[in-house]
């Protein structure tokens, strides 16, 4: 059973507008999230986080958001470009030291010119 | 320049032959892990270590082994016992967050 989702395997954007990838958790001692960019043949590198004491956080042109309630969270990128286009993983953590990270299966986000 | 080296880049294997992949970090970082990425399938913890001479099975750990005698050092034993080798394989380290090597792709013939 999958802890972390991200249910689109795939999204296309034009360059210049807004990305918005989506990712769903199931465990509700998750605490502490992360999205990381991943180019082909290279490994993933870290993006952005958040914790679960806040519901938004920003770091230029990306925007992580976090509703608790619902377990789910939402990777915001304005404006798209080119080089954004990756594979994007989600990624959850029960926090406190020795937790792993469980990540979710990722979304292809291609940015059209 | 502190990071995680993975070698070699692109591996080729016969089948029925053991391989070791290698990972070394500077980070000085307390755990490191193995994570296997399959197409369509995120990634997925192999084997990782919180502390020198120690190390825990992932989900998927069966067909691998490692050893953690050093700090620095996590490396990798694809056995054949592992039925489907054929993959990309990334090692990591975590302080907070967790950093990526830049990962080999097994390839078994």
């Known amino acids: 059973d999958q802890q972390v989702k991200q249910n689109s395997p795939s999204l296309s954007v034009q360059e210049g507008r807004i990305s918005i990838l989506n990712c769903d958790y199931t465990?509700?001692?998750?605490?502490?999230f992360l999205w990381y960019k991943k180019y082909p043949a290279e490994g993933p590198t870290f993006l952005i986080s958040?914790?679960?004491?806040?519901d938004k956080n920003e770091d230029g042109r990306f925007t992580v958001f976090l509703n608790k309630s619902a377990k789910h969270l939402s990777l915001h990128i304005v404006p798209s470009q080119p080089g954004d286009s990756a594979v994007y993983f989600c990624a959850a953590s029960g926090g406190g030291y020795g937790q792993n990270f469980v990540f979710g299966p990722g979304t292809r986000l291609s940015v059209l010119p | 320049d502190g990071g995680i080296t993975q070698s070699p880049k692109y591996l080729f294997r016969k089948e029925g032959q053991n391989v070791t992949l290698s990972c070394e970090q500077n980070l000085n970082h307390d755990a490191m892990y193995w994570y296997r990425q399959d197409p369509g399938q995120g990634l997925r913890l192999i084997y990782y270590s919180q502390i020198v001479n120690d190390f825990q099975k992932g989900d998927i750990a069966e067909g691998y082994s490692v050893s953690r005698e050093k700090k620095e050092s996590f490396p990798l034993t694809v056995t054949s016992a592992q039925k489907n080798p054929t993959a990309f394989y990334l090692c990591?380290?975590?302080?907070?967050?967790?950093?990526f090597g830049p990962g080999t792709r097994l390839t078994v013939l």
């Open positions: 958040i914790s679960s004491i806040k």
């Open positions: 990591a380290t975590k302080f907070n967050e967790q950093f």
């Open positions: 465990n509700s001692m998750f605490d502490y």
